[in-house]
């Protein structure tokens, strides 16, 4: 008989959902990825949490906006990396247009929209888009080591 051995500790978390394209959906969202960041110790209110949120709030948006099929949903996917406190935030949705990472520059200063990417661009470590499996795209932002281009 051989001793057991201890198990390592967890050290990434992920959550998935998928939402109803609308913009109940898109607070949904925005709500459950923090909720979800709390009950893995990082509290409301922390950097970590209120960047989060405007990430996923912005690419949620994006997702009912832009990306909307009728009769879709669109899928949040949060990663946690515990022992860096890195986050990835990944937003799929099946629309075919994709949004541009380079492209993004300085929004006309009296346009009533067109800063959202912008916002994302300043509070990621990296940002971009990526093919999904079925149709559409998913669009990442990372904050951290964990969230490589690699996806």
Do not use: I
């Not at 992920?14 to 109803?20: E, I, L, M, N």
């Not at 970590?48 to 690419?59: C, I, K, Q």
């Not at 149709?135 to 990372?142: C, I, L, Q, S």
């Amino acid at each position: 008989m051989t001793a057991q051995q201890a198990q390592p500790p967890v050290t990434v978390s992920v959550f998935a959902q998928r939402f109803s394209a609308t913009r109940l959906g898109a607070r949904l969202a925005r709500r459950l990825a923090v909720q979800r960041l709390d009950a893995w110790g990082v509290p409301y209110g922390t950097h970590v949490s209120d960047t989060t949120a405007l990430v996923v709030a912005e690419l949620a948006a994006n997702a009912v906006l832009h990306g909307h099929v009728p009769g879709r949903d669109f899928e949040l996917r949060l990663t946690y990396e515990h022992e860096t406190g890195a986050v990835r935030v990944e937003v799929s949705d099946t629309h075919p247009g994709r949004p541009d990472p380079s492209a993004v520059t300085a929004a006309v200063a009296d346009a009533d929209g067109g800063r959202g990417l912008l916002l994302v661009a300043a509070l990621a470590a990296r940002w971009g888009v990526s093919d999904r499996t079925g149709p559409g795209k998913t669009v990442w932002v990372a904050t951290g080591p964990l969230g490589s281009d690699s996806s």
